[in-house]
């Protein structure tokens, strides 16, 4: 089973916020983040361990809501270089990515 | 930062014919994995394999395809007679020592089927 992410598509201006989300219909223990950016590799953004924490990766974080079984992630005071597909996934030893959130920056 | 290397870039082949996508690893790592990507769609798990055996595959890995490590450091994937609809990006990725570690990924392999 696939995680499902939310919204598809987001548009902002340079310096906007946006939160993406990744949710689960089962139990998760973990959840990886990756960009993509058009016609490259993924990139690894962060993993998120159960526990409720919160990380960061340079002005981007997110979070991880075991009982909820979803995670977010916030990009803030957006840039350029932030444009891209963002894929949240889990699975131990079959890390399985969502459809991905497509997320353009615009000037 | 230690690079996954995948070759060829980009593979043209005809329908039928076996191709076999190489892939070398990190050299300390010892997860390895197969994806592909759909133009457009996305990153599709097709398998992982650990201590020189296949730990999972999805219902896409079947019988035509295959991987190995022959040698210790190289990693490929064998698909036995393609498919037009195995015209994708082949990503290979490598972890290092655990689970829940980050995953490197190559900078793909590019099959067209005609």
């Known amino acids: 089973q696939q995680p499902v992410q939310s919204p598809q598509a987001v548009i902002l201006r340079e310096g906007e916020d946006a939160v993406i989300n990744c949710s689960s219909s089962?139990?998760?223990?973990?959840v990886h983040w990756y960009r993509q950016k058009h016609g490259e590799a993924p990139v690894f953004l962060m993993i998120?361990?159960?526990?409720?924490e919160q990380k960061g990766h340079d002005k981007i974080s997110a979070s991880f809501n075991e009982k909820k079984q979803q995670s977010s992630l916030y990009l803030t005071a957006s840039q350029l270089s932030y444009s891209g597909t963002y894929f949240c996934?889990?699975?131990?030893?079959?890390?399985?990515f969502g459809k991905g959130n497509q997320v353009v920056v615009i000037p | 930062e230690p690079e996954v290397t995948q070759t060829p870039s980009h593979q043209v082949t005809q329908m039928g014919q076996e191709v076999i996508l190489r892939c070398v690893p990190i050299?300390?790592?010892?997860?390895f994995y197969w994806y592909r990507q759909i133009l457009g769609q996305k990153v599709e798990f097709l398998v992982s394999f650990y201590n020189n055996e296949i730990s999972e595959k999805s219902e896409i890995f079947d019988d035509q395809f295959s991987v190995e490590r022959p040698d210790g450091s190289n990693f490929t994937l064998k698909i036995r007679s393609t498919k037009l609809e195995d015209s994708a990006m082949y990503f290979c990725a490598s972890e290092g020592q655990g689970t829940n570690e980050k995953l490197f990924f190559g900078s793909g392999t590019q099959l067209s089927v005609l």
């Open positions: 998120l361990l159960k526990g409720g």
């Open positions: 050299s300390n790592h010892l997860y």
């Open positions: 089962k139990a998760l223990y973990s």
């Open positions: 996934g889990y699975g131990n030893n079959r890390l399985a």
